[in-house]
């Protein structure tokens, strides 16, 4: 376990992953959540690189959600797979963005990242609905990096 995750408790992880599972009960989309203390690249290269690292552009529908979070940093971004980018514009991205980062200048890093999770649910769940069989193609636990 990496440093880094112990800047959460175990409630606190537990709180995100539980907001991706309900999120995940309204949607078809795939959400996850990647902590670093920094981010080495250029923000966008680097949240695509972890995006691909997690197998992220893999899912059936391509509809996997990242959001990634460079603490240390105070970077953020969120980034959807290309059938999430044909029906969400950049207004959404914007919205969630600044609820987030309320929340993150605070240091409150599991409010925002859950805040954000569930502004995803209700924008995602019209346009990708969960499907009746549904499969949990990507884990719903946090990934920290270094
Ligand atoms: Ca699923
Ligand atoms: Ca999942």
């Known amino acids: 376990m990496s440093t880094l995750s112990k800047l959460f408790t175990n409630k606190q992880r537990q709180e ?32 695509v690189s972890v995006f691909n690292k ?17 603490i240390k940093d105070r970077l ?3 980034i959807g ?4 980018n044909k029906h969400v514009d950049k207004v959404f991205w914007n919205d969630c963005y600044l609820e987030m980062s309320e929340y993150f200048k605070k240091g409150d890093f ?11 649910e209700i924008e995602l769940k019209n346009r990708f609905p ?17």
Do not use: P, W
Not at 17 to 32: G, M, P
Not at 61 to 69: C, E, K, M, T
Not at 110 to 117: L, Q
């Open 16 to 47: 995100i992953v539980d907001a991706i599972l309900h999120a995940e009960k309204s949607t078809s989309a795939e959400i996850r959540v990647h902590f670093e203390n920094h981010c080495k690249e250029i923000l966008m290269d680097r949240a």
């Open 54 to 70: 997690l197998k992220m552009d893999k899912t059936k529908d391509r509809n996997g959600v990242l959001i990634y979070v460079a």
């Open 76 to 78: 953020t971004a969120i």
């Open 81 to 84: 797979d290309i059938n999430i």
């Open 110 to 120: 599991t409010k925002g990242v859950c805040t954000a999770i569930q502004l995803l």
């Open 130 to 146: 969960y499907q009746k069989d549904d499969v949990d193609e990507l884990s719903n636990d946090i990934s920290f990096g270094q």
